[in-house]
């Protein structure tokens, strides 16, 4: 299943998505180029362990830019093309879903689930990333979300699985709340940090 071709600046390369399992519509999203010139392929991300999402090329014709979830977050990510290594751009409790590269600053959409979506600068070097779009100030000011919290439980197996919780707002520890348990997803995409306006968790804890 072979999807979401794109060119280089140059027109020298092609890039695209490919998925290995015929049937499979939620199977990993690996990412290949194609030298037009040389007509060979190569796969990038075969020793990457994740999926590949949106993804756009550098100015450069060598680097690529792409979001990819990683334990219940969205990341940037760029990968040099003839190299094949890959370097991890932003971390934290969020979701970068979106980016664009030009006139050399690179531009990710970022959202978390106390936060609907906004633009922001990244930089690459550093991953410090500063905020050009406030576009839902005037609503999230007047606001108060619940906090959210990263917790790790062991499943049956052994396994480490992380999960979500939300807290209302305003909430007092020494009191007992109802607990509602959401489940949702996999094996097609994960409960990341996303923000939502028809699931939206912040509204549900606060009810």
């Known amino acids: 299943y072979d999807r979401n071709p794109s060119y280089s600046e140059n027109g020298q390369f092609i890039a695209w998505w490919s998925m290995a399992t015929p049937?499979?519509?939620?199977?990993?999203?690996?990412?290949f180029i194609l030298d037009t010139k040389t007509n060979q392929k190569v796969y990038l991300t075969q020793e990457f362990d994740q999926n590949v999402d949106q993804y756009v090329w550098g100015e450069d014709n060598q680097t690529i830019y792409f979001s990819s979830g990683v334990k219940g977050t969205k990341q940037l990510y760029k990968i040099n093309?003839?190299?094949?290594?890959?370097?991890q751009i932003t971390k934290g409790l969020h979701d970068f879903v979106l980016c664009q590269k030009q006139n050399g600053v690179l531009i990710g959409e970022k959202m978390s689930m106390s936060m609907a979506p906004e633009f922001f600068r990244v930089d690459e070097t550093t991953g410090v990333e500063t905020?050009?779009?406030?576009?839902?100030?005037?609503?999230?000011?007047?606001?108060?979300?619940?906090?959210?919290?990263?917790?790790?439980?062991?499943?049956?197996?052994?396994?480490?699985?992380l999960v979500w919780v939300i807290l209302p707002p305003n909430f007092d520890k020494t009191k007992k709340y109802p607990t509602l348990l959401y489940c949702q997803g996999g094996p097609q995409s994960t409960v990341s940090q996303f923000w939502s306006y028809r699931w939206n968790f912040q509204i549900m804890a606060a009810n």
């Open 81 to 87: 093309t003839e190299t094949k290594l890959i370097s």
């Open 23 to 31: 049937g499979n519509e939620a199977d990993q999203k690996r990412l």
């Open 131 to 161: 905020q050009i779009t406030l576009t839902n100030k005037s609503i999230s000011d007047n606001i108060k979300m619940g906090e959210v919290q990263e917790r790790w439980v062991k499943t049956t197996d052994g396994k480490d699985m």
